[in-house]
């Protein structure tokens, strides 16, 4: 069992990715409104992706023989002026993410919590991954800008996204 602490932060974080994978999908929603249905297909893998991970923390807590207490999932943005300011946003969540999750491994080192550890170490490396990979979607929105010819093609390269290794 991991600390009462570690289990609530995990509790915790079980919520923030379903809300993070809420997000993802409002947002898809936004894209296909707009007809880019490749960034909604990106958007829309985002959404899966999150869903997994808050599984792995809600299996993680049951296979330490920890309650897992599910919680509200909050209502998600539903309002966006586009994709560049839709990937900021998203950004800045996953940097909220990010945050969450350094907090609980800094409570599992103190506790010890020796599995906990181990576990959260997949996250922190995913978590540098989706930081990286929102960071280089804004970099090419921004160097595209309101050239919609150019933003199609993102749209296109966006769509061609498929699952992430280790993410079934």
């Given at each position: 069992?991991?600390?009462?602490?570690?289990?609530?932060?995990?509790n915790?974080?079980?919520?923030?990715?379903f809300?993070?994978?809420?997000?993802?999908?409002?947002?898809s929603a936004?894209f296909?409104?707009?007809?880019l249905?490749?960034?909604a297909?990106w958007?829309?893998m985002?959404?899966q992706?999150?869903?997994?991970?808050?599984l792995r923390?809600?299996d993680f807590?049951?296979?330490?023989?920890?309650?897992?207490e599910?919680?509200?999932?909050a209502?998600?943005?539903?309002t966006?002026?586009g994709?560049?300011?839709?990937?900021?946003?998203?950004?800045?969540h996953?940097?909220?993410?990010?945050?969450?999750?350094?907090?609980?491994?800094?409570?599992?080192?103190?506790a010890k919590?020796y599995?906990?550890?181990l576990?959260l170490?997949?996250?922190?490396?995913e978590?540098?991954?989706?930081?990286?990979t929102?960071?280089?979607?804004i970099?090419?929105l921004e160097l595209?800008?309101?050239?919609?010819?150019?933003?199609?093609m993102?749209?296109?390269?966006?769509?061609?996204?498929?699952?992430?290794?280790?993410?079934e």
């Amino acid at each position: 069992m991991s600390s009462p602490t570690v289990a609530k932060l995990i509790n915790d974080q079980v919520a923030m990715e379903f809300h993070a994978a809420y997000l993802y999908l409002s947002m898809s929603a936004h894209f296909e409104s707009q007809n880019l249905p490749g960034f909604a297909a990106w958007m829309r893998m985002q959404y899966q992706e999150e869903t997994t991970h808050a599984l792995r923390f809600l299996d993680f807590l049951l296979e330490s023989g920890d309650k897992a207490e599910l919680q509200a999932v909050a209502k998600p943005l539903a309002t966006f002026k586009g994709p560049l300011d839709i990937f900021k946003k998203a950004l800045a969540h996953e940097k909220k993410v990010t945050a969450s999750i350094n907090k609980i491994y800094e409570a599992a080192v103190k506790a010890k919590d020796y599995p906990a550890q181990l576990m959260l170490q997949w996250f922190i490396n995913e978590q540098q991954e989706e930081e990286k990979t929102a960071s280089d979607i804004i970099a090419k929105l921004e160097l595209v800008g309101d050239n919609g010819p150019a933003l199609l093609m993102l749209d296109r390269e966006l769509g061609s996204r498929g699952p992430e290794a280790g993410e079934e």
